[in-house]
């Protein structure tokens, strides 16, 4: 497997700095202070999940335990009989429990059939990325410095999936503690050559090799929506506090999220409600109530106002640019307003939002790196190393341009009420292909941090929801993903811009062979 050259590293450290420093000249952000514009105080109370579009989703299997037409460990074994038959081909998983999802679906069907109400998960298989902890399961995070370690408690996401019925039958697998976009040795379901994308890689490729229609990932520059793009299935990054973050291993705190990766919209939906709400454990938790994002239905979208940013679409493949474009068609179509817009502070968002992460990270890990670098895979550790060029004061300064980020993007929806951009302007990358390697990109070049990080770290710096679901196959046969953003706490709308796309196309249908 290629390694990133120290050297090479060690000079794009210098020169992150060196843009930084030049970026930061012209007191950008200089009178902001270091928090959101958004927080609340109080918890308020959230709507009953009445969901709108169950068929071919969790939520009718839900609905089919109801009826007593299946059970929960039907579910269960079938899940688990789809992980021993596929999974030494993807290697999407690092543990499955399998006699505790079993004794969790047998109590699933007491609790059933003794008329107790159901959660809107009830008896449904989840798996969790492992940097997320659940109890009775270890968290490996990838990492060699985590072996052995049990978590004493559920995370806060997996608290509330497991109140909403939810059966975690195991861990998926995660880029050594989220630092990175490649998830190794998890394949990708549609090319064995091919990344899965990272650092939830393993929470994509279950769902898109078909072990599983729901898991969970975590999101802090793309890390739901770029592994979601590249293998074809369907994830949503929420608002920053939407989902605690508690038992989570941190890639960076300004930027982290967990979320939901499924097969359809309804999935995501119904995973999204189940694991959204206030924790008193976490302080960066919202207390906004959560809606009913089972209501997926929309008549037309007279009145939406979808805002499309041609300057984050080139460099891209034509046959991205192409399936986007049909997207835009389709919501056109249906009665929406197209509006040209500009994404504000585009061209500094990967100077930014990297010295955030670098320093987070290090400082994370710094016990780690000190006492035991030789533990950290060697890429790992020199893209920890590389913080040590970042000055504290750079740092600082880059979370208050954060901030002015967050601003001027949260303003751009006074004018639109959503903004759609390609997840990825080109391939998957082949295994092998550094970080800052160049890649072939429509008529240009990317770096592969470039490409994966464009489309995708604006929006994590301004810390609204966003999306990515299938839109279409490039000319190597590898999905194409659609993303949809809008303002904070308003992932209703996002939702119901998937529901009307999916249910106009069959892209979510279209599935690797095995």
């Given at each position: 497997?290629?390694?990133e050259?120290?050297n090479?590293?060690?000079?794009f450290?210098l020169?992150?700095a060196?843009?930084?420093?030049s970026?930061l000249t012209?007191d950008?952000g200089?009178?902001l202070p270091?928090?959101?514009?958004?927080?609340?105080?109080s918890a308020?109370?959230?709507?009953?999940?009445?969901?709108?579009?169950?068929?071919?989703?969790?939520?009718e299997?839900?609905?089919?335990?109801?009826?007593n037409e299946?059970?929960?460990v039907d579910?269960v074994?079938a899940?688990?009989?789809?992980?021993d038959?596929?999974?030494?081909?993807?290697?999407?998983?690092?543990?499955i429990s399998?006699d505790e999802?079993?004794?969790?679906?047998?109590e699933?069907d007491r609790?059933r059939l003794?008329?107790?109400?159901?959660?809107?998960?009830?008896?449904?298989p989840i798996g969790?990325?492992d940097?997320?902890?659940?109890?009775?399961?270890?968290t490996?995070?990838?990492?060699?410095?985590?072996?052995?370690?049990?978590p004493?408690h559920d995370?806060?996401a997996v608290?509330?999936?497991?109140?909403a019925?939810?059966?975690?039958?195991g861990k998926?697998?995660?880029h050594?503690y989220?630092?990175?976009?490649?998830?190794?040795?998890?394949?990708?379901?549609?090319s064995n050559?091919r990344?899965?994308?990272?650092s939830?890689?393993g929470?994509a490729a279950?769902?898109?090799?078909?072990?599983?229609r729901?898991t969970?990932?975590?999101?802090s520059?793309?890390?739901i929506?770029?592994?979601?793009s590249?293998c074809?299935?369907?994830g949503?990054?929420p608002?920053?506090?939407?989902v605690?973050?508690?038992?989570?291993r941190?890639?960076?705190?300004?930027?982290d999220?967990?979320g939901?990766?499924?097969?359809t919209v309804?999935?995501v939906?119904?995973?999204?409600y189940?694991m959204?709400g206030h924790d008193?454990?976490d302080?960066?938790a919202?207390?906004i109530?959560v809606?009913n994002?089972?209501d997926?239905s929309?008549?037309?979208?007279?009145?939406?106002?979808i805002?499309?940013?041609?300057?984050?679409y080139?460099?891209a493949?034509?046959?991205?640019?192409?399936?986007?474009?049909?997207?835009i068609?389709i919501f056109?179509?249906?009665?929406?307003?197209i509006?040209?817009?500009?994404?504000?502070?585009?061209?500094?968002t990967t100077?930014?939002?990297?010295?955030?992460?670098?320093?987070?990270s290090a400082?994370?890990?710094?016990?780690?790196i000190d006492a035991?670098?030789?533990?950290?895979d060697?890429d790992?550790?020199?893209?920890l190393?590389?913080?040590?060029?970042?000055p504290?004061t750079?740092?600082?300064?880059?979370?208050?341009?954060?901030?002015?980020?967050?601003e001027?993007?949260?303003?751009l929806?006074?004018q639109?009420?959503?903004?759609?951009?390609p997840?990825?302007?080109?391939?998957?990358?082949?295994?092998?292909t550094l970080?800052?390697?160049?890649?072939?990109?429509?008529?240009g070049e990317?770096t592969l941090a470039q490409a994966?990080?464009?489309?995708?770290?604006?929006?994590?710096?301004?810390?609204v929801?966003?999306?990515?679901?299938p839109?279409?196959?490039?000319?190597?046969?590898?999905?194409?993903?659609l993303s949809?953003?809008?303002s904070?706490f308003n992932?209703a709308?996002?939702l119901?811009?998937?529901?009307?796309?999916?249910t106009?196309?069959?892209?979510?249908?279209r599935?690797?062979?095995?």
């Amino acid at each position: 497997m290629a390694h990133e050259n120290p050297n090479s590293a060690r000079e794009f450290a210098l020169s992150l700095a060196l843009d930084l420093e030049s970026i930061l000249t012209d007191d950008l952000g200089e009178t902001l202070p270091i928090s959101w514009p958004w927080a609340t105080t109080s918890a308020q109370a959230g709507e009953e999940f009445k969901p709108s579009h169950p068929e071919g989703s969790v939520l009718e299997l839900v609905d089919r335990q109801m009826r007593n037409e299946i059970s929960a460990v039907d579910l269960v074994n079938a899940t688990l009989q789809k992980i021993d038959e596929i999974d030494p081909r993807i290697r999407a998983w690092t543990h499955i429990s399998h006699d505790e999802a079993i004794k969790a679906a047998e109590e699933a069907d007491r609790k059933r059939l003794a008329g107790v109400p159901l959660g809107p998960l009830h008896g449904i298989p989840i798996g969790v990325k492992d940097i997320v902890d659940v109890l009775g399961m270890p968290t490996s995070a990838g990492s060699k410095h985590q072996e052995g370690f049990f978590p004493q408690h559920d995370a806060g996401a997996v608290r509330k999936l497991r109140a909403a019925g939810a059966i975690i039958v195991g861990k998926t697998n995660t880029h050594e503690y989220a630092l990175g976009g490649t998830t190794p040795p998890t394949k990708n379901p549609w090319s064995n050559e091919r990344i899965p994308g990272g650092s939830s890689g393993g929470s994509a490729a279950a769902v898109a090799s078909g072990q599983i229609r729901l898991t969970v990932g975590t999101d802090s520059v793309g890390s739901i929506r770029i592994p979601s793009s590249i293998c074809g299935v369907t994830g949503i990054r929420p608002t920053m506090g939407r989902v605690s973050r508690t038992g989570v291993r941190p890639l960076t705190w300004a930027m982290d999220t967990v979320g939901p990766i499924g097969r359809t919209v309804s999935d995501v939906a119904a995973g999204l409600y189940a694991m959204s709400g206030h924790d008193a454990h976490d302080p960066c938790a919202s207390s906004i109530s959560v809606p009913n994002f089972g209501d997926l239905s929309v008549e037309n979208l007279r009145g939406t106002r979808i805002g499309i940013p041609r300057s984050m679409y080139e460099p891209a493949e034509p046959e991205i640019l192409s399936s986007v474009e049909n997207a835009i068609g389709i919501f056109r179509e249906a009665g929406a307003h197209i509006i040209e817009i500009e994404v504000p502070y585009v061209d500094i968002t990967t100077p930014i939002g990297m010295a955030i992460f670098l320093a987070e990270s290090a400082e994370y890990h710094r016990k780690r790196i000190d006492a035991s670098p030789q533990l950290f895979d060697p890429d790992t550790l020199n893209f920890l190393e590389l913080a040590q060029e970042i000055p504290a004061t750079l740092y600082i300064r880059a979370l208050r341009v954060q901030r002015l980020i967050a601003e001027a993007i949260t303003d751009l929806f006074h004018q639109v009420d959503a903004i759609v951009v390609p997840t990825l302007p080109c391939s998957p990358a082949k295994f092998g292909t550094l970080t800052n390697e160049l890649v072939p990109v429509g008529e240009g070049e990317l770096t592969l941090a470039q490409a994966h990080l464009r489309n995708n770290l604006p929006f994590a710096l301004a810390g609204v929801p966003a999306s990515s679901q299938p839109c279409g196959f490039d000319r190597f046969g590898l999905p194409i993903g659609l993303s949809i953003v809008s303002s904070p706490f308003n992932e209703a709308q996002i939702l119901k811009l998937m529901q009307l796309f999916e249910t106009a196309t069959d892209w979510h249908e279209r599935k690797p062979n095995f």
